[in-house]
């Protein structure tokens, strides 16, 4: 007996608890050759708003360990600065504390960045994000004054490393403050060419989110809007299995688990293209994106069917609901298991059925 696809209804918000229930009812059965996946769709729901995008600065030389339209997770490493080593031999002479300014231009075209000492104490609202005009004095001084328009893009702390080197010429080192190591670098230390003086920045993800990379020529921006997952489906989850009297009356007894959807008093099997939409949704089954050029006028309104050409609900009609022109998606409802479900969709990924 083949394996079919079917739906379970829960108690409302255990969709999670009643599927670890009816997989660990399965485990501890024995049943696992009736079975097969069981799975909770769910979509991925982007917030791409300023107040909710994270931007992060990394050097044009940075090894990048995602691209753009890469999912991460808080935690995730995302990029690694290069290590710091010696360029030529020789003796340090001077560690100092000093303050990484950076100010880069509205169009992002220009950068300028400022190396002050500690000591000298920056002005209030020298902060990342600030806007600062030519002429504004960064320290309290007033020795080191901004020379361009723009806004204020690095703010960091570096330790100041002078290599003297046996012609009597200094070499210069700024080294993130944390990656600082006291008993690696120290004034009186012989350095010799090559060596490591600081490890690279490795770069972290702060949020769950979808990554845009944006080479600025300067640097690279690492944008991270973020996401979470919605339940396509609340109270239900779906399972993969071989239907019989035995396995229906096991199934609908687990705890957290109401029943089976059914028509005329028989569990309802899901259609092949529905099946097909469930996998995709929960990341199991992948899909080939098909692209065709956007159209530049919009012959779509509000009412029509279309068809789905590619993604999750590939194959299915729906209707439009409604129109975004300046993104080019449509708000599309489809019917699965008997539902009207919206999805989103570019105006490229339909085809207008006449």
């Known amino acids: 007996m083949r394996k079919k696809w079917y739906i ?51 050097s044009p030389n940075a090894k990048l360990h995602v691209k753009t339209g890469s999912d991460v997770k808080k935690g995730d490493l995302i990029a690694e600065e290069p290590a710091v080593h010696v360029r030529h031999s020789g003796t340090i002479v001077t560690t100092k504390n000093y303050r990484r300014i950076t100010i880069e231009t509205i169009d992002k075209k220009y950068s300028k960045t400022y190396l002050i000492p500690e000591g000298s104490k920056l002005v209030n609202g020298i902060k ?32 100041r490393v002078e290599v003297q080197l046996e012609n009597g010429e200094i070499d210069v ?15 009186g230390k012989q350095v010799r060419n090559g060596e490591l003086l600081a490890e690279g920045r490795k770069v972290h993800s702060p949020v769950n989110g979808r990554v845009e990379v944006v080479d600025l020529g300067t640097r690279k921006e690492i944008r991270i809007a973020r996401t979470q997952k919605r339940r396509m489906f609340p109270g239900y989850i779906f399972a993969e299995m071989m239907m019989n009297d035995d396995t229906w009356q096991f199934a609908r007894t687990v705890p957290g688990v109401i029943d089976f959807v059914a028509s005329g008093g028989q569990p309802l099997e899901l259609k092949p293209k529905e099946a097909r939409a469930i996998l995709r949704l929960a990341g199991i089954e992948t899909y080939e994106e098909k692209t065709k050029p956007v159209r530049v006028e919009m012959d779509i309104k509000v009412g029509d069917v279309v068809k789905i050409t590619t993604g999750p609900f590939e ?9 975004d022109p300046v993104k080019q998606e449509l708000k599309v409802a489809v ?10 969709v570019k105006v490229s990924e339909v085809e207008k059925i006449q």
């Open 8 to 58: 379970l209804r829960t108690m409302a918000g255990q969709e999670e608890s009643a599927k670890e229930n009816l997989e660990t009812k399965i485990r501890s059965a024995g049943y696992e050759r009736f079975f097969g996946r069981i799975v909770i769709p769910e979509e991925t729901i982007i917030d791409a708003t300023g107040k909710s995008l994270k931007r992060l600065s990394v």
């Open 315 to 323: 194959d299915f009609a729906g209707v439009v609901k409604e129109i």
């Open 335 to 344: 019917t699965i298991f008997g539902r009207e479900t919206p999805v989103t």
């Open 128 to 159: 990342v994000g600030a806007r600062i005009r030519q002429g504004m004095p960064l320290t309290k001084d007033g020795e080191y004054i901004c020379e361009i328009d723009g806004k204020i893009i690095e703010n960091e702390r570096v330790k």
């Open 173 to 187: 080192y700024h080294i993130p403050y944390e990656l600082y190591d006291p008993s690696r670098i120290y004034k």
